[in-house]
């Protein structure tokens, strides 16, 4: 079943740093947009057929707009190279309501956001809604350059200016980002939100868990995946539990492609194994896990996966389809 969509229009194009623009994007009758929390996620139908994420950057009280960030990417897989060179000011797209797999604990007693380069767009709504909220946080902006760091007149005059940190990898030595200092001790009620690079965030992430911080308390979204064809990859089957029907998956296949192939579909849109779309329950055997959606404890569970990227340890997987 196809996932209904809201026309909108592309009402400003900004170029806000290097290789970086926003989107203001309204409706296209005028009319309010569904509302939207810090963290959420909207999909983009693009030109060429493609659909991509973009976390919403604007304040998520806002009715009348979505505003969202993207870099293009030199490796883009015709993504943001179509949103740089095929989207302009006028021109109407199709997109998803908003999706949120990246929310804030509002319950928090402090929080701590790590950004990396074009993973400020979804730590920058946060920013705005914790100091609108009185709460406590701190966050930390780390990029390449000042010419390539979106939103930072944004940031300098806001109201939370003060708790922001800017981190430039060609600046002096005293403003670079100290990560072992940042995370050298977990805290109660101290939740860490990281957005960025993978391996920016592996960083952040690696190091957190071995200074033993809660997996409760951390909080990441990947804008993508590095997923491949491994050498231990081989075939395997997936059987459709409301009918039996068994469908064989070729080594060098991905479940979706096998599923579609006997008519099966599935909605993806990453599939890159970053946003969930095709999030599928196990009902037997064990996966694969190769995407960086799921929590570890989640994967460790074994009773859910994305089709889109992961496969199966065991002989057969048997789905929830």
């Known amino acids: 079943m196809k996932t209904p969509t809201l026309s909108v229009r592309v009402a400003r194009k900004v170029i806000e740093a290097t290789d970086i623009a926003t989107f203001e ?65 006028g021109e109407r797209l199709q997109i ?38 009185g709460a406590d946080f701190s966050m930390h902006y780390c990029t390449r350059a000042r010419d390539r760091t979106a939103f930072h007149d944004r940031i300098t005059a806001s109201t939370f ?10 600046g002096p030595a005293a403003q670079q980002f100290d990560l072992a200092a940042t995370l050298a001790q977990p805290e109660p009620g101290l939740h860490l ?30 804008f993508a995946a590095e997923v491949g064809p491994a050498a231990d990859d081989a075939a395997f089957e997936v059987v459709l539990a409301s009918s039996g029907r068994s469908v064989r998956v070729a080594k060098e296949q991905t479940v979706v492609a096998a599923l579609a192939a006997a008519g099966v579909e599935i909605p993806t849109s990453c599939e890159q194994g970053v946003c969930g779309t095709c999030l599928t329950r196990v009902l037997e055997g064990e996966p694969d896990h190769k995407d960086a959606y799921l929590t570890p404890e989640e994967q460790a569970a074994n009773d859910q996966f994305l089709p889109c990227c992961s496969r199966a340890k065991s002989a057969r997987l048997v789905l929830d389809l």
């Open 96 to 133: 998803s309501a908003p999706k949120n797999h990246f929310p804030l604990v509002h319950e928090a007693r402090r929080s701590l956001l790590l950004a990396g380069g074009i993973g400020v767009t979804p730590l920058l709504c946060m920013a705005e809604r914790l100091a609108t909220s």
């Open 25 to 89: 994007l309204v409706e296209a009758s005028g009319a309010a947009l569904p509302p939207f929390a810090a963290g959420a996620h909207i999909d983009v139908h693009l030109p060429n057929g493609l659909v991509r994420q973009y976390s919403l950057c604007n304040d998520s009280a806002e009715s009348h707009r979505y505003l969202i960030g993207v870099l293009r990417d030199p490796a883009s897989r015709g993504g943001s190279a179509a949103m740089h060179d095929r989207v302009h000011e």
């Open 193 to 222: 939100y990281v957005c960025g690079p993978k391996g920016f965030m592996d960083a952040v992430l690696q190091r957190a868990r071995a200074r033993g911080w809660p997996e409760a308390q951390l909080h990441y979204e990947f």
């Open 161 to 170: 200016a003060a708790r922001v940190h800017f981190h430039f990898d060609d």
